[in-house]
């Protein structure tokens, strides 16, 4: 069996993106003002975009080798498992953040409907070995 290939291209640029936000979080508050930010929104978000973007490049790159790993090499009863658990935190999270009665159980409830919704996306990227045609 050979290894899945891993991309290289993406997490480069992911790279490249997130030295260029930690730049650009130093230079913005040097190159101007206090009134051209707050009268231009986009100059400071510059920053924050360009991190975010590379972050999610890095999640990206997380799906596609954990798809060319794992696809069709997980029996369906356990990814149907997994997948149901991935719910019941989705659900148990969104409980969690629309309760009326303590920020502890709101604070819990967002995070784990985040990692969550994380996982959902991760998992529904990889598909179930098919099951035998002679069982």
């Given at each position: 069996m050979q290894r899945p290939r891993v991309p290289r291209t993406l997490p480069l640029i992911a790279l490249v993106l997130i030295i260029l936000?930690?730049?650009a979080n130093w230079l913005v508050p040097i190159l101007t003002t206090p009134q051209q930010r707050a009268n231009n929104v986009l100059i400071p978000a510059?920053?924050?975009?360009?991190?975010?973007?590379?972050?999610?490049?890095?999640?990206?790159?997380?799906?596609?080798?954990?798809?060319?790993?794992f696809s069709y090499r997980i029996d369906p009863k356990l990814y149907n498992g997994v997948m149901?658990?991935?719910?019941?935190?989705?659900?148990?999270g969104i409980l969690g953040m629309f309760q009326p009665w303590?920020?502890?159980?709101y604070t819990y409830g967002f995070v784990l409907l985040l990692v969550?919704?994380?996982?959902?996306?991760?998992?529904?990227?990889?598909?179930?070995?098919?099951p035998n045609a002679g069982s």
């Open positions: 936000g930690l730049i510059i920053p924050f975009i360009l991190i975010f973007v590379g972050i999610l490049l890095f999640y990206i790159t997380l799906i596609v080798i954990a798809a060319r790993t149901r658990v991935i719910i019941a935190g989705i659900l148990l303590t920020i502890a159980l969550s919704l994380l996982l959902y996306i991760l998992w529904s990227h990889i598909v179930p070995a098919r």
